[in-house]
Nanobody, 127 residues
């Protein structure tokens, strides 16, 4: 069982920045592709960004590409999401996820591709 814990959410003005962090308890962190998802009220959960095991391969949803940066620290077992130039439509609960299964791709984009999830952290962007 892997425990993921997100932090860093809160209130931010539109146009501002916020950095989310995800700490993992996994003993195989460096073998696990990871991702950030978000879910707004009444909406389905969607992928925001994904990162490969080494951190070299990254994927971004079109809605955040050029504004958000995903990264990971394989020494500290953490993953981050730097959110820049945030917009009111970025308001959502943000979840980190990790894939423990054998991975044949660098990054994964579906909810079902991931095995463990954090409880989420709320981000609210004020207009």
């Amino acid at each position: 069982q892997v425990h993921l814990e997100e932090s860093g959410g809160g209130l931010v003005q539109a146009g501002g920045s916020l950095t989310l962090s995800c700490a993992s308890s996994s003993n195989y962190f460096t073998s696990e592709p990871m991702g950030w998802f978000r879910q707004a009220p009444g909406q389905v959960r969607e992928l925001v960004a994904a990162i490969g095991r080494s951190g070299d391969t990254k994927y971004y949803a079109d809605s955040v590409n050029g504004r958000f940066i995903i990264s990971r620290d394989n020494v500290k077992n953490t993953m981050s999401l730097q959110m820049n130039n945030v917009r009111p439509e970025d308001t959502a609960r943000y979840y980190c996820a990790t894939r423990e299964r054998i991975s044949y791709s660098y990054t994964y984009r579906g909810e079902d591709d991931y095995d463990y999830w954090g409880q989420g952290t709320q981000v609210t962007v004020l207009s």
